[in-house]
């Protein structure tokens, strides 16, 4: 397994920080290894020449120094005598005699052919020149040098006098000068290594350290914090995109304000309409009793009209909706102020199913059932939550199967993850897959073409709203063999030690 | 994985640096003029019968030194035909220093003996054997006599 510092390394090496930290040490490395290069190839280069111009200057000088000593036209004495001048490895030839030691030990094969053509055009030429050449033998690199010996006038003509010498030069201490040389580079190169790390550290903290707060500030953006804000100093790019995301900031904060303030308003307008329409509801509801009552009890022929009474039921009968409507909107506009008030107790959701399904006489089509997963202690299903607020969820879900579903309508109730989950099944179709998503959208109508439905359409929305405020949740989803399936889930809740009635505001 | 290449490539350049340079064979390169100094024998003057500074080539098998020119030429023309202004001298060691350009020779003879033209005759000589072995053409000769001033000259048949 690999250590976990190499994991990070490996982790930082992907980010912008490695990417920096890599492309600045590389450049770095790369300027100071190009400079030591360029630094020994140039004294590599001297070293070399100055090498070559001191050996040709000593062979030139022991040459001249022993020449007129040595008998003209040469024997081979006098080719020894020469060649014993010039050094150890020397060799000396004249019209296919040769004396030669050392390095030319094998005679004339040992003299590199390139310099032999060049010291033969050489002794042709008016100004014969000293040559020389760098050559590879056993491994070892040597400096050959090469020149004809010249006969010269007392005027100072020079002609050729057939006499070549050639003499070689073990470079093994230039070579190890170089070695040294280019040690010396490659170390000054290695010691700019942690110093291009250090400074690649140094810079990227500069560059990343605004990001890093950039993204900090995004972070509360998201997470809602619209007054977050970052500094931005300098007039470099990264202060440019901190200026430019405050911005941002600022006219997403102005504009959340003035959406919170126009929901606020239309909130508030539904909730005073519901308000204003309830006083003269009550006083309407109550005048068309009383007409109800009086129609029902009226034998006199001339008023039975059957056409009044029909009238009289049916204003009874709207006024009453309109008054369960208005409740519904403003039990709404309390969810969406945020006033809802959650009054928690230990209830038994069987026993608050069963009161329910026998206040509003549906006991014939409701079977209520306890799921195979009984409590542990196999008593009663108890969560903490509000008595009335439980009573409206599952007055809503089984008024809506009986209304839109089919009778039996089945109440099951289990235990599940850490709550009490109650199922609502009806024997109905199912709910069409369209509409499924929509059914707890307010005054969505699953069948636009019944308008006058019953309820409110707000019914399921606001057994969702109830399901949220005690912590749980409200699905919706049709059983393989149909029939709709509501399940509100709510969780156990703590059991508090003091039965005082705990508000919770959504 | 860019990081790798980089580092890939620093390294080749850094390992191009190391091996790229060095003592690697090379080309043929020319450098300072080829030495001199051969030769069959020694150049001598002397004057013809019409008294004009003739050179003498002696098949001495080697050019020898400064010195032995000088010594050569003070032991005479021999049988050549040719004559000397020097007067005859049994001793023929001189002393020859050459500082730059500068030459002196210390002749065994009084400036009388020498005479002006056999004067002519010695740093002829010596710088031909000077110019022969290599030495510069521009080269002064001073010479200094045992009895009598110095003199120095260049030698009128030598360029």
């Known amino acids: 397994m690999m250590p976990s510092w190499m994991l990070r390394a490996l982790r930082a090496s992907s980010g912008l920080r490695g990417r920096l930290i890599g492309t600045f040490v590389a450049v770095m490395v790369l300027g100071a290894a190009a400079a030591a290069w360029a630094g020994v190839q140039q004294s590599t280069a001297s070293l070399i020449s100055s090498h070559t111009d001191s050996a040709a200057a000593d062979l030139i000088s022991r040459v001249t120094q022993v020449s007129p000593s040595v008998r003209y036209p040469p024997r081979q004495d006098s080719l020894d005598q020469l060649r014993n001048a010039v050094g150890v490895n020397a060799l000396v030839g004249f019209d296919g005699n040769t004396s030669s030691s050392g390095f030319f030990a094998s005679g004339w094969e040992s003299v590199p052919s390139d310099l032999r053509a060049a010291i033969t055009a050489q002794e042709r030429s008016d100004d014969a020149r000293v040559s020389t050449q760098r050559v590879e033998a056993d491994g070892t690199s040597w400096l050959v040098i090469g020149t004809p010996v010249m006969i010269t006038s007392p005027e100072g003509e020079r002609a050729p006098s057939g006499i070549e010498v050639y ?26 290594l942690p110093l291009a790390v250090l400074l690649a550290i140094l810079a990227s903290r500069s560059v990343l350290r605004p990001i890093a707060r950039l993204r900090a500030t995004a972070q509360s953006l998201a997470a809602g914090d619209l007054t977050a804000r970052s500094e931005s100093a300098g007039v470099d790019e990264l202060a440019q995109l901190t200026r430019t995301v405050n911005e941002m900031a600022e006219s997403l904060q102005s504009s ?58 049916l204003a009874f009968h709207e006024t009453q909706r309109l008054v369960a409507l208005v409740e519904d909107i403003m039990e709404v506009a309390r969810f969406d102020a945020g006033t809802t008030q959650v009054r928690r107790e230990t209830v038994d959701i ?49 008024g809506n199967a009986l209304t839109h579903g089919r009778a039996p309508v089945h109440v099951e109730m289990s235990t599940r993850d850490g709550g009490v989950s109650v199922a609502v099944i009806d024997s109905g179709p199912g709910i069409p897959p369209d509409d499924l998503a929509h059914v707890f959208t307010r005054f969505y109508k699953a ?46 809740g703590e059991p508090d030690a003091s039965e005082t009635p705990e508000e919770d505001h959504r | 994985m860019r990081q790798r290449i980089v580092s890939a490539l620093a390294i080749g350049s850094i390992a191009l640096a190391l091996s790229g340079c060095g003592l690697g064979p090379s080309g043929v390169e ?14 001598l003057y002397f004057y013809d019968s019409s008294g004009t500074l003739t050179a003498q080539q002696r098949d001495t098998g080697r050019l020898g030194s400064v010195q032995d020119a000088i010594a050569l030429l003070l032991t005479g023309p021999g049988s050549s035909g040719l004559t000397t202004a020097l007067t005859p001298t049994t001793v023929t060691r001189t002393e020859v220093r050459l500082s730059g350009d500068q030459m002196s020779i210390v002749v065994p003879l ?50």
Do not use: K
């Open chain 1, 350 to 398: 069987a026993e608050v199913a069963r009161e329910c399904v026998s206040v509003r006489g549906w006991s014939d089509d409701v079977r209520i059932t306890r799921g195979p997963a009984r409590s542990a202690n196999g008593r009663s299903v108890t969560v903490r939550a509000d008595r009335a607020r439980l009573d409206v969820i599952l007055a809503n879900l089984i």
């Open chain 2, 110 to 159: 009084t400036a009388t003996e020498a005479t002006d033209v056999g004067t002519d005759q010695i740093v002829c000589t010596a710088l031909a054997s000077h110019i022969q072995s290599g030495g510069s053409p521009d080269t002064t000769v001073t010479v200094h006599f045992t009895v009598g001033s110095d003199t120095t000259r260049t030698c009128p048949v030598l360029p």
């Open chain 1, 447 to 492: 069948d636009t073409t019944r308008t006058r439905a019953h309820g409110s359409g707000l019914g399921l929305a606001i057994a969702r709203e109830n399901a949220l405020a005690h912590g749980g949740t409200l699905t919706a989803e049709n059983r393989d063999g149909g029939g709709a399936v509501f399940t509100l889930w709510l969780p156990l």
């Open chain 2, 30 to 43: 020319q450098g300072a003029a080829a030495p001199t100094g051969v030769s069959a024998g020694m150049t």
């Open chain 1, 167 to 192: 003499a070689a030069y073990d470079l093994t201490d230039v070579g190890q000068q170089v070695d040294a040389l280019v040690r010396g580079a490659a170390v000054t190169t290695a010691l700019v």
């Open chain 1, 256 to 313: 959340m304000e003035s959406l919170a303030q126009m929901e606020e308003g239309s909130r508030r307008f539904a909730a005073d309409v519901s308000h204003e329409l309830r006083t003269p509801l009550s006083t309407l509801t109550a005048a068309v009793e009383v007409l109800h009552d009086v129609l029902a009890r009226a034998d006199h022929a001339d008023l039975s009209d059957d056409d009044a009474r029909e009238s009289a039921e």
